[in-house]
């Protein structure tokens, strides 16, 4: 899988947009970007995933550039129960094995 | 709203001590992921199921740990027995796929501490 990269920590103020950056410059053509995130004491848990366009579910949208070296996961109005720990996770449809390989992630901080 | 659900929740156990953590996939999904997370590893595989069949079991310690799945609604780890080092939090995620590369349903999970 490719390697991805991300900031440590974010802040962002409730209400208002949570944009989490995510670096993947090494991706292949046949590799999908995942989200997931992990709320304390929680299993992680899956927010969205593509392979080249941008998606959009009840949680959040994912932007991907067209040359798919990084992309961003958009919270459109973050509340306090989204401060968690977010993957960003590049994945491969052959030889990825079955591990998850979470990284570090970004520890988001929603504020009052 | 689906779910994996994991029991217990919490286990304290004793050095030596048989541990049981039993998982029920999300209805209809036919892979079962068992992981473990620690502050020093994260989140490691330890078995993978496929319609019931382990198809990787790589990452378990296979002198202590054992993997079953008895019918399609319940998954099983066992640590026999148990030491120190197992304590961790051990998670359970079930998928629908086939090649492995399905997305993956994440259940509470089960915090294992042997004293």
């Known amino acids: 899988d490719a390697k991805t990269t991300q900031p440590p920590s974010m802040d962002c103020a409730e209400g208002r947009a949570a944009n989490l950056p995510c670096n993947h410059s090494t991706i292949s053509g046949n590799e999908y970007v995942y989200w997931y995130r992990q709320i304390h004491s929680q299993g992680p848990q899956y927010i969205i995933h593509g392979l080249k366009n941008n998606e959009t579910n009840e949680m959040a949208s994912l932007i991907i550039t067209e040359d798919r070296k990084s992309s961003t996961l958009i919270l459109p109005h973050a509340t306090l129960r989204d401060t968690a720990v977010y993957y960003c996770?590049?994945?491969?449809?052959?030889?990825?094995?079955?591990?998850?390989?979470f990284g570090k992630g970004t520890s988001l901080l929603v504020t009052p | 709203d689906a779910r994996v659900t994991q029991t217990p929740r919490h286990k304290v156990t004793e050095m030596g001590q048989e541990v049981t953590m039993r998982c029920q996939p999300i209805?209809?999904?036919?892979?079962v992921f068992w992981y473990r997370q620690t502050m020093m590893q994260g989140l490691e595989l330890l078995a993978y199921f496929r319609n019931r069949a382990p198809l990787d079991d790589s990452g378990m310690p296979k002198d202590r740990f054992s993997a079953e799945m008895p019918d399609a609604t319940l998954a099983t780890l066992k640590i026999q027995p148990s030491e120190p080092r197992d304590s961790a939090v051990y998670f359970c995620?079930?998928?629908?796929?086939?090649?492995?590369?399905?997305?993956?349903?994440f259940g509470p999970g089960t915090r294992l501490l042997v004293l």
């Open positions: 995620a079930s998928g629908l796929g086939q090649g492995g590369q399905e997305t993956q349903y």
């Open positions: 996770i590049v994945r491969g449809l052959t030889n990825s094995g079955y591990a998850l390989n």
């Open positions: 209805l209809g999904h036919n892979t």
